[in-house]
Nanobody, 125 residues
Framework: QVQLVESGGGLVQAGGSLRLSCAAS????????MGWFRQAPGKEREFVSA????????YYAHSVKGRFTVARDNIKNTVYLQMSSLKPEDTAVYYC??????????????????WGQGTQVTVSS
Protein backbone atom coordinates (compact mmCIF):
# COMPACT_ATOMS: atom_id res chain seq x y z
CA GLN A 1 0.00 0.00 0.00
CA VAL A 2 1.07 3.53 -0.74
CA GLN A 3 -0.17 6.55 1.14
CA LEU A 4 0.10 9.88 -0.65
CA VAL A 5 -0.16 13.24 1.08
CA GLU A 6 -0.26 16.50 -0.85
CA SER A 7 0.76 19.83 0.59
CA GLY A 8 1.57 23.33 -0.57
CA GLY A 9 -1.82 24.49 -1.74
CA GLY A 10 -3.27 27.84 -0.79
CA LEU A 11 -4.57 31.17 -1.98
CA VAL A 12 -2.49 33.12 -4.48
CA GLN A 13 -3.07 36.06 -6.79
CA ALA A 14 -3.17 35.62 -10.52
CA GLY A 15 0.36 35.56 -11.90
CA GLY A 16 1.73 34.08 -8.72
CA SER A 17 3.37 30.75 -8.02
CA LEU A 18 2.92 27.75 -5.78
CA ARG A 19 4.79 24.51 -5.34
CA LEU A 20 2.83 21.42 -4.48
CA SER A 21 4.46 18.42 -2.85
CA CYS A 22 3.28 14.85 -2.73
CA ALA A 23 4.95 12.73 -0.09
CA ALA A 24 4.62 8.98 -0.31
CA SER A 25 4.84 6.48 2.51
CA UNK A 26 4.19 2.81 3.01
CA UNK A 27 6.37 1.72 0.13
CA UNK A 28 8.74 3.30 -2.31
CA UNK A 29 7.37 5.00 -5.40
CA UNK A 30 10.71 4.87 -7.19
CA UNK A 31 9.35 2.56 -9.88
CA UNK A 32 5.89 4.10 -10.13
CA UNK A 33 4.61 6.54 -12.68
CA MET A 34 3.23 9.58 -10.91
CA GLY A 35 0.53 11.99 -11.96
CA TRP A 36 -1.16 15.20 -10.94
CA PHE A 37 -4.84 15.77 -11.54
CA ARG A 38 -7.21 18.54 -10.55
CA GLN A 39 -10.91 18.96 -10.05
CA ALA A 40 -12.74 22.27 -10.04
CA PRO A 41 -16.22 22.64 -8.56
CA GLY A 42 -18.85 21.20 -10.87
CA LYS A 43 -16.26 19.79 -13.24
CA GLU A 44 -14.74 16.39 -13.84
CA ARG A 45 -11.28 15.50 -12.62
CA GLU A 46 -8.75 16.35 -15.30
CA PHE A 47 -5.18 15.42 -16.05
CA VAL A 48 -2.54 18.04 -15.28
CA SER A 49 0.85 16.38 -15.49
CA ALA A 50 2.68 13.07 -15.23
CA UNK A 51 6.25 11.95 -14.74
CA UNK A 52 7.84 8.62 -15.42
CA UNK A 53 9.56 6.49 -12.80
CA UNK A 54 13.00 8.09 -13.02
CA UNK A 55 11.96 11.62 -13.92
CA UNK A 56 13.33 11.48 -17.45
CA UNK A 57 9.95 11.89 -19.13
CA UNK A 58 7.33 14.46 -18.24
CA TYR A 59 3.91 15.16 -19.70
CA TYR A 60 1.57 18.11 -19.40
CA ALA A 61 -1.95 19.08 -20.27
CA HIS A 62 -2.07 21.73 -22.95
CA SER A 63 -3.62 24.18 -20.51
CA VAL A 64 -0.61 24.14 -18.17
CA LYS A 65 2.30 23.47 -20.51
CA GLY A 66 4.98 26.11 -20.14
CA ARG A 67 3.64 27.21 -16.75
CA PHE A 68 3.82 24.05 -14.63
CA THR A 69 6.82 21.80 -14.02
CA VAL A 70 6.69 18.32 -12.51
CA ALA A 71 9.67 16.75 -10.80
CA ARG A 72 10.41 13.92 -8.41
CA ASP A 73 12.96 12.96 -5.80
CA ASN A 74 12.97 9.20 -5.41
CA ILE A 75 15.29 9.36 -2.42
CA LYS A 76 12.77 11.53 -0.59
CA ASN A 77 9.86 9.54 -2.06
CA THR A 78 8.30 12.84 -3.10
CA VAL A 79 6.87 14.36 -6.25
CA TYR A 80 6.52 18.08 -6.88
CA LEU A 81 4.44 20.33 -9.07
CA GLN A 82 5.82 23.81 -9.53
CA MET A 83 3.06 26.10 -10.73
CA SER A 84 3.85 29.53 -12.13
CA SER A 85 1.88 32.26 -13.90
CA LEU A 86 -1.22 30.98 -12.19
CA LYS A 87 -4.63 31.89 -13.56
CA PRO A 88 -8.05 31.93 -11.91
CA GLU A 89 -8.99 28.94 -14.06
CA ASP A 90 -6.29 26.93 -12.30
CA THR A 91 -8.43 27.02 -9.15
CA ALA A 92 -9.17 23.44 -8.15
CA VAL A 93 -8.37 20.67 -5.73
CA TYR A 94 -5.12 19.12 -6.86
CA TYR A 95 -4.49 15.41 -6.41
CA CYS A 96 -1.37 13.35 -6.85
CA UNK A 97 -1.59 9.73 -7.86
CA UNK A 98 0.68 6.73 -8.30
CA UNK A 99 0.49 3.95 -10.85
CA UNK A 100 2.42 0.74 -10.41
CA UNK A 101 1.41 -0.63 -13.82
CA UNK A 102 2.41 2.33 -15.97
CA UNK A 103 5.99 3.22 -15.12
CA UNK A 104 5.93 6.01 -17.67
CA UNK A 105 2.88 7.59 -16.07
CA UNK A 106 -0.50 8.06 -17.71
CA UNK A 107 -3.00 10.80 -18.50
CA UNK A 108 -5.87 8.48 -17.57
CA UNK A 109 -7.11 8.65 -13.99
CA UNK A 110 -8.28 5.03 -14.15
CA UNK A 111 -4.67 3.90 -14.65
CA UNK A 112 -3.68 5.05 -11.16
CA UNK A 113 -3.80 2.80 -8.12
CA UNK A 114 -3.24 5.25 -5.30
CA TRP A 115 -4.49 8.76 -4.68
CA GLY A 116 -3.84 11.49 -2.18
CA GLN A 117 -6.57 13.40 -0.39
CA GLY A 118 -6.02 16.55 -2.43
CA THR A 119 -4.91 20.09 -1.69
CA GLN A 120 -6.89 23.21 -2.54
CA VAL A 121 -5.39 25.80 -4.87
CA THR A 122 -7.28 29.05 -5.22
CA VAL A 123 -6.15 31.75 -7.63
CA SER A 124 -7.74 35.15 -7.22
CA SER A 125 -8.08 37.62 -10.08
Amino acid sequence: QVQLVESGGGLVQAGGSLRLSCAASGRTISSAGMGWFRQAPGKEREFVSAINWNGANTYYAHSVKGRFTVARDNIKNTVYLQMSSLKPEDTAVYYCAATTAFHDGSYKADDYDYWGQGTQVTVSS
